[in-house]
């Protein structure tokens, strides 16, 4: 045969099979993680009158525990926000999340109880059962703690924290096809874990389509910004940060009167349907604060309040029936309790009109404000009337 022949078939299927394998390994590099399940697991202590346990759902737990006896009482809220259902890879995300004491009853002995909110990333190559931990990808925690003692290290009524997701490359990078973030609320004797199990999809991620049209629903279009800040020489009043995680700060300049407080909030849904109730966490949380030498009690607030418009933005109207809930927190050079109100946590209902009819507008809206008259951040999610319902389309 001939010598020239031979070599040109040899550099002819030699390229063949590279540009094969070129494409196969892209096409095994296509994919992302989908949120295919949530697995609980629950532990609780429950002795004669002294109990211990967890309840509530995934993304608001309450720990209690107990003594049964009306004079030792500890009650925890966790929460987090929505887990994405889809995750690119390599994504990062940001899950905010929170942890507050809200009542202790200490008793008449020493006792100073300490509760954690865990995030942490697994792995499996098989079954949820075979997982293994792998805290590369996620491993976060938020600690409170209360005590009979008086001394401030061991009485941290909240804590709040925005935790971060990286999603592995693939499953080759990950050494799985389960990809597994585990929360969980509680301590040895009583705790409730929630995990969401992403498993490895080839292709593209789905989309939000709108030419998927099945029903009709609320999309959320645009989010709009306002700002007021206060600035005159050395005295500072103003709102930083982002949709969701909000810091206000006052400052007199002269080192001895100084509020931060922050707001945060879990996010938005991109799609609301016609009638439907939908939950937002919410928390305000005064970071630090400096008394001046006179009497002094500010007052912070961060509002949800519901509006609608049948026209553009700027005609928006107010109307409160859909959404109306407020948080507040106060300090004060006062001793007085009640003018003392470190952090606020609450869970914010949003309830989607029936129709553009009901509403009387094709524009409906939700205005999240912090701050008060001097400064404030304002952010309006505006959602659109679509004739449709968009669904995930590749």
Request: charged share 20%; net charge neutral.
């Amino acid at each position: 045969m001939n010598t020239n022949i031979v070599i040109g078939k040899f550099w002819l299927i030699s390229t063949i099979l590279l540009i094969s394998g070129f494409f196969c390994l892209h096409a095994q590099e296509n994919g992302y993680w989908k949120l295919e399940n949530i697995e609980t697991k629950n532990e609780e202590e429950i002795a004669g009158k002294l109990k211990r346990q967890v309840d509530g759902k995934a993304g608001d737990l309450l720990f209690t525990y107990d003594n049964g006896n009306n004079n030792s009482r500890l009650i925890v809220r966790g929460t987090w926000s929505q887990m994405p259902e889809i995750l690119s890879p390599g994504e990062e995300v940001s899950v905010s999340a929170n942890l507050n004491i809200e009542e202790f009853v200490p008793p008449k002995h020493h006792y100073s109880p300490i509760n954690s909110l865990y995030f942490t990333s697994y792995y499996s190559s098989g079954s949820f059962e075979e997982r293994k931990i792998n805290a590369g990808y996620c491993n976060s925690k938020l600690t409170v703690s209360a005590s009979t003692s008086d001394k401030a290290s061991k009485n941290i009524p909240s804590a709040t924290g925005s935790v971060t997701i990286k999603a592995p490359e693939s499953p080759e990078s990950l050494k799985g096809n389960l990809f597994i973030i585990r929360v969980k609320l509680g301590e040895n004797h009583a705790y409730r874990e929630y995990y969401y199990l992403y498993k490895w999809q080839a292709g593209e991620p789905p989309v939000i389509s709108i030419e998927s049209v099945q029903g009709a629903v609320w999309k959320l279009e645009n989010i709009e910004t306002k700002n007021e800040e206060e600035i005159a020489g050395k005295l500072k009043r103003q709102v930083d940060g982002k949709a969701g995680d909000l810091l206000f700060t006052y400052d007199n300049g002269n080192n001895n009167s100084r509020l931060i407080v922050r707001g945060t909030w879990s996010q938005m849904p991109e799609i609301l349907s016609p009638g439907e109730e939908v939950s937002v966490s919410a928390n305000l949380n005064i970071e630090e604060f400096v008394p001046p030498k006179h009497h002094y009690s500010p007052i912070n607030s961060l509002y949800f309040t519901s509006y609608y418009s049948s026209g553009s933005f700027e005609e928006r109207k107010i109307n409160a029936g859909y959404c109306n809930s407020k948080l507040t927190v106060s300090a004060s050079t006062s001793d007085k309790a009640s003018k003392n109100i470190p952090s606020a946590t609450g869970s914010v209902t949003i309830k989607a009109p029936e129709s553009p009819e009901s509403l009387k507008g094709n524009l409906f809206i939700i205005r999240v404000k912090l701050g008060e008259n001097h400064a404030y951040r304002e952010y309006f999610y505006i959602y659109k009337w679509q004739p449709g319902n968009l669904s995930p389309t590749k």
